[in-house]
């Protein structure tokens, strides 16, 4: 059996694991089965084991600590394992990256072995121990892959970043419109910039955050210069009717009624008698009934063709300045659809038919006897009668109708005069004759006028607001607003050529 080595109690340097010469790995065999022999805990100093030989104490200080104790199952033998915090580790143990590949822009993490009693964070305000102007922007613990060192040590990473950091540019893109956001990105001192406009801070840790900004006069630009123009059809646009003219048309009829006679006779002879009789009826009728003639406009309201125009706008936005944008892009100007007052119309017809009717009528008798002295003009007798009268009647039927419209615009109307309308009728009987001899006299007459009247009401109104369909021009039918990024609102706009409507 070859001899141990190290020898039994004596010290070996068995690794040098950084690259500063004074940390080193120390390697002690110890016999289990030595008197005395007793297992000492994890922290031990080197020179507070009594086993140690020779100067090894002096050699390698007190600076190492017991870190492992572990078997060799070929030997037998105990390998105590000590090791030395580490001196000097600023020297050799830092990576370097560099922030956006920008050489001015170092990125350092250091890594550390400390003891697990010793371990403590530094504060984020900590600089580089190199480098002031390097910030501690990260650290955290790690462990170690080696069990011996494991057992006592713990590994701390810390990364320090000179804050702010290197800008780099980039951009986000929206794949529907094609509008790119342009923006700066860099790394700050986390809590700085909060609260500025078109800025966005990610927090990535307690030390630091990434800050986007975000270029706004070149996406407003973008915003600006955006338009996208879709055909569509809208059945949804109010289209009234329109009345086109509105005239009174009357119904008249009347009749006027006469009678007139005159009787006449004759009797003679010594003894006579003579009698007459008329009578006689005149009928007179009239009417009158208005009636409306209305004419009206109807415009197809389903699928109607429109266009409808997407762009982008800043605040304050108001209904003036959308119009201002669409009258720019299209080169012409374009207006509101209106907002129709259309009117519905109730009219009262009213008329009727009316008669009259007169009478007339008159009788006479006469008789002569003759006596019997001729001589004697005392004995003849003579009689008289006379009757004679007349009368009238009148008969009214009134009409009333209602006639309404429903809402439609119009240019206003006054029918004037040609709102009422008269029918007059007349009936006349006369009856009598003039008496020759002495034969009586008689007259009887009746005359009677009947007028009936036609109205319609109301007779006049005013135009509405406004009074047609507008039938050339571009309109906007029908608009959507929403907020949108940078002070800039979404706005959809609908648009109609008014030539494009078709009248039924």
């Not at 959507?480 to 050529?497: G, R, S």
Request: overall charge negative; hydrophobic content about 40%; charged content about 20%.
């Amino acid at each position: 059996m070859p001899a141990p080595d190290p020898v039994l109690g004596r010290v070996k340097v068995v690794a040098f694991p950084v690259p500063a010469f004074e940390n080193r790995l120390l390697r002690v065999l110890r016999d289990p089965n030595s008197a005395g022999y007793e297992l000492l805990e994890e922290g031990t100093a080197l020179g507070d084991c009594g086993f140690i030989r020779g100067d090894d104490v002096t050699k390698y200080g007190e600076g190492f600590l017991l870190c492992k104790i572990r078997p060799d199952p070929n030997t037998g033998f105990h390998e105590w394992y000590f090791l030395n915090p580490r001196d000097n580790e600023d020297a050799y143990n830092f990576d370097t990256a560099y922030d956006g590949e920008h050489e001015d822009f170092p990125i350092r993490t250091r890594s550390y072995l400390v003891l697990r009693s010793a371990l403590a964070a530094l504060p984020f305000s900590a600089t580089d121990p190199d480098n002031e102007d390097m910030t501690l922007v990260a650290q955290k613990q790690v462990r170690s892959d080696d069990p011996v060192v494991d057992a006592l040590f713990v590994g701390i990473q810390r990364v320090y970043q000179i804050l702010p950091g290197v800008i780099v540019r980039g951009q986000e893109y929206d794949e529907v419109t094609g509008i790119a956001y342009p923006y700066t990105e860099q790394s700050v001192v986390e809590g700085e910039n909060i609260g500025d406009e078109a800025t966005y801070i990610k927090p990535e840790s307690a030390a630091k955050a990434l800050k986007r900004v975000f270029d706004v006069e070149t996406i407003q630009d973008s915003f600006d210069a955006y338009h996208k123009a879709l055909p569509q059809f809208n059945s949804r646009i109010p289209i009234p009717d329109v009345m086109t003219s509105i005239e009174v048309l009357w119904t008249e009829e009347s009749g006027d009624g006469e009678f007139d006679s005159e009787w006449d006779g004759l009797a003679t002879g010594p003894n006579r008698s003579i009698s007459g009789s008329e009578s006689g009826n005149a009928h007179g009728a009239c009417a009158v009934m208005p009636e409306l003639a209305v004419v009206r406009k109807t415009y197809v309201q389903n699928n109607v063709p429109t266009t409808g125009h997407f762009v982008y706008m800043p605040d304050p936005l108001t209904l003036a300045a959308v119009q201002a944008k669409m009258s720019a892009i299209l080169g012409v100007s374009v207006g509101v659809w209106p907002v129709f007052q259309a009117e519905a119309i109730t009219f009262v017809l009213r008329g009727g038919k009316a008669s009259a009717t007169a009478q007339a009528s008159a009788s006479a008798a006469y008789s002569y006897q003759d006596g019997r002295d001729p001589d004697d003009v005392g004995d003849d007798s003579e009689m008289f009668d006379v009757s004679q009268g007349g009368g009238t009647s009148v008969d009214f039927s009134p009409a009333i109708s209602i006639q309404a419209l429903p809402p439609m615009l119009h240019a206003g109307f006054d029918f004037g005069v040609g709102a009422t309308k008269e029918q007059t009728a007349n009936a006349e009987a006369t009856a009598g004759w003039a008496g020759i001899g002495g034969f009586p006299s008689a007259s009887a007459s009746a005359t009677k006028d009947v007028t009936v009247t036609g109205s319609v009401v109301p007779a006049s109104r005013a135009a509405t607001t406004p009074a047609d369909v507008p039938t050339t021009g571009l309109f906007i039918v029908a608009m959507k607003c929403e907020p949108f990024k940078f002070d800039y609102n979404k706005v959809y706009v609908e648009i109609l050529d008014a030539a494009d409507l078709t009248a039924a």
